[in-house]
């Protein structure tokens, strides 16, 4: 796990070492443990390494026999044992034990071609001297960063948006890009907070050379209901998946432990991580004051089932307000789920009791169907008007339920404005009550029209009502907010967050089922719950979902509201000036009725402003 940054210069002048030096210096907490640059030609390499993997011998950069291949990476490649015992074979001599050699000698055999046999989270970067050219992969899922941006000539790259800035020496807040944050929670890909820079992104490459760059997809999840079998073969060929996800996860030089929610998802990895390991499991779990939930009681089952060595952490709202203070500054481009904060204080607990690794239960939603917006909605709510109106019928529910219910009045316009705002919980009523400029407004929209394109009637007929669903998810949500606010908040603390449900091999599985097969007895995750039995405790198989969201309606009106209070009306930044008539929310934050409704809003444009404050406004 390391921070990696470089630069490749299109007129074949060579890169000076400031910028590289400036960019890893940046990235200090995604890896403490080293540094190291590569300098040739025209291109430049820079990495800052937390060391998981062949601890003393897997420093950075990293090259082939002849010096001609050279390469830095951030992530982890699981099956890097087996594709060295491979390479071996055919000769390549290895001077580390580091699986990120792994890279450079399967490039040798099989250039680019080589990623589609990697299993890892990984984004990395590969000089090819001979060709003078330069290759930047992202893994399938996204689960590892990497932004990027041309610049006076020449692109820079970098695992880190603060890192990059520093490399370019500019910063300009995008303003469509904060729209899509307002009402997602999140920017997502392939955008950045910043006019200029983008993300690359899942399942990506840049092909860089003296011709320019080249974006190429080299993944994507097509395989809906291509699977035959029975349900039996299923579960079966799920748990299978299941457990050798965790097995190769499981390899570290480093002690590791697991974030333990309680849910389905994470109790699956501790149970299938505890036979594997030979002295007992670590795991750690938060627990909301304020928020009524039997998640640590499951999470403390759980951990005794299983013989874990268990940590659990009370959270309070004053609790969550200085940890997020103390994230802000690691948060490199700002994100609005409260899931953030909690994350980022359990990872900074493990550090402290000197775990390097924490498995997490993450991504099991998006590919069993765990979200109730997968599902056919309530009769009669807003998102079910939006799904069965026609747009004519649409837009004069709408204009009718305009002063009654301004909330539902926005949602019922259309099936993807209600489908976005279901995940982020944003008040658009409020957002367009308050934007002083209506094209504003209307790009607030806009973001979720583009981002949620698919879910159109001909989206709909192709993939079906909760698979199309399913992979927007997978593809936008997970990748935009929970494997983000997952890497930030862990590498704030210089820990690594791995996500052994994601092994690729699993994700085509899942979306390769008949939806009667993955849903099965029509529940959400029922073949996934199926797979489960015997393996955890009957009452937690079949329990429902409770999310590890904190209780934002209760904070905002505790220590938390009190600071977003005072951040948006007191002393606001120009940039909320300039976009909002502060009147408006000022009424919303300061009335208690209506301040619970804008909770999540109210608290993403607080997030945003003491991000800016830190980043931008120095």
């Not at 840049?206 to 999840?221: A, D, F, H, T």
């Not at 909301?288 to 309070?316: I, M």
């Not at 976009?579 to 301040?595: E, I, K, M, T, Y």
Request: charge should be negative.
């Amino acid at each position: 796990m390391c921070g990696i940054a470089g630069v490749y210069r299109f007129d074949g002048g060579r890169v000076e070492r400031g910028p590289l030096e400036a960019m890893t210096a940046r990235m200090l907490h995604r890896g403490p443990d080293d540094e190291g640059f590569y300098r040739a030609d025209a291109v430049g390499l820079g990495m800052r390494r937390l060391s998981i993997i062949d601890l003393t011998g897997g420093h950075q950069p990293l090259g082939n026999e002849d010096g001609t291949v050279w390469v830095v990476m951030n992530g982890e490649i699981y099956n890097y044992v087996e594709l060295r015992a491979e390479l071996e074979a055919k000769g390549h001599r290895f001077r580390t034990r580091s699986d990120t050699e792994t890279i450079v000698h399967l490039y040798e055999e099989e250039g680019t071609e080589a990623v589609r046999r990697l299993n890892g989270m990984f984004a990395f970067a590969l000089y090819d001297a001979a060709r003078r050219a330069l290759w930047v992969v992202r893994d399938r899922l996204g689960v590892k960063p990497l932004f990027y941006t041309e610049h006076a000539g020449a692109l820079y790259f970098a695992s880190d948006l603060d890192a990059l800035v520093a490399g370019i020496g500019s910063r300009e807040v995008d303003r469509a890009a904060f729209l899509r944050y307002l009402g997602l929670g999140y920017v997502p890909h392939p955008h950045s907070i910043y006019a200029g820079v983008q993300k690359l992104s899942p399942g990506e490459w840049l092909w860089v050379s003296r011709e320019g760059v080249r974006v190429e997809p080299y993944w994507r999840v097509a395989m809906f209901e291509s699977w035959r079998g029975t349900d039996v073969e299923a579960a079966a060929q799920l748990r299978h998946l299941l457990d050798d996800a965790v097995r190769l996860e499981l390899r570290s030089d480093v002690p590791l432990g697991v974030f333990l929610s309680g849910g389905l998802d994470s109790s699956a990895v501790v149970a299938l991580a505890a036979s594997r390991v030979d002295r007992p499991l670590r795991t750690l779990t938060v627990a909301f004051a304020g928020k009524a939930s039997a998640d640590e009681g499951f999470a403390r089952e759980v951990a005794s089932a299983f013989a874990t060595e268990h940590r659990e952490l009370a959270l309070t709202s004053a609790e969550a307000a200085r940890g997020l203070e103390e994230l802000i500054p690691f948060l490199d481009e700002p994100i609005a789920d409260s899931a953030v904060i909690p994350s980022y204080l359990l990872a900074r607990e493990a550090r402290a009791e000197g775990i390097k690794v924490l498995l997490t239960g993450a991504g099991g939603d998006e590919m069993f169907g765990g979200y109730r917006r997968h599902h056919w909605p309530r009769a009669g709510s807003a998102t079910w008007l939006a799904e069965v109106l026609p747009a004519r019928a649409r837009a004069v529910a709408s204009r009718a339920l305009a002063a009654m219910d301004p909330e539902r009045a926005v949602l019922v316009r259309d099936p993807r404005i209600a489908f976005g705002a279901g995940i982020s919980g944003a008040s658009l009523a409020l957002c367009a009550g308050a934007l002083r400029r209506r094209e504003d407004a209307a790009a607030l929209l806009d973001g979720f029209t583009q981002t949620f394109g698919a879910l159109s009637a001909e989206g709909r007929a192709e993939h079906g009502f909760a698979y199309l669903r399913m992979s927007l998810d997978l593809g936008e949500y997970l990748v935009g907010n929970v494997l983000a606010l997952l890497d930030k908040s862990t590498m704030a603390c210089s820990v690594e967050g791995r996500v052994p449900l994601l092994d690729h091999r699993l994700v085509e599985f899942a979306f390769a089922l008949p939806a009667s097969l993955n849903l099965l007895e029509g529940r959400p995750k029922g073949l996934f719950r199926r797979a489960l039995r015997g393996l955890l405790p009957e009452a937690l198989v079949d329990r429902g979902k409770d999310g590890f969201n904190a209780p934002m309606g209760v904070w905002i009106d505790d220590a938390l509201g009190a600071r977003i209070d005072a951040e948006l009306c007191d002393g606001p930044i120009d940039w909320l000036d300039d976009l909002f008539d502060l009147d408006v929310l000022r009424a919303a934050a300061r009335d208690p009725r209506r301040r619970r409704r804008a909770a999540e809003t109210l608290y993403s444009l607080f997030v945003f402003s003491r991000w800016y404050r830190s980043h931008v406004d120095k």
